[in-house]
């Protein structure tokens, strides 16, 4: 189950991870929200976005330790 709600410089709000295959062009996301969604760690797909991220939101979850 995915928890994700993300918002792109091209005002795309959904609640899936995004593709980058998006009319043959990077997408570009800058906010990511997984609050409230449980999690015991920061999901993976954070790190593919680390260059155009600007927001991430992981509170009310159970993350314990963030990585480096």
Do not use: W
Request: aromatic content about 8%.
């Amino acid at each position: 189950v995915r928890c994700l709600e993300m918002t792109t410089k091209r005002k795309i709000i959904g609640r899936l991870v995004p593709c980058r295959c998006f009319r043959g062009e990077e997408e570009i996301v800058s906010v990511l929200d997984y609050s409230h969604c449980g999690l015991q760690q920061v999901p993976k797909e954070v790190f593919n976005f680390e260059r155009t991220l600007e927001e991430l939101y992981l509170d009310a979850n159970q993350i314990e330790e963030l990585p480096k």
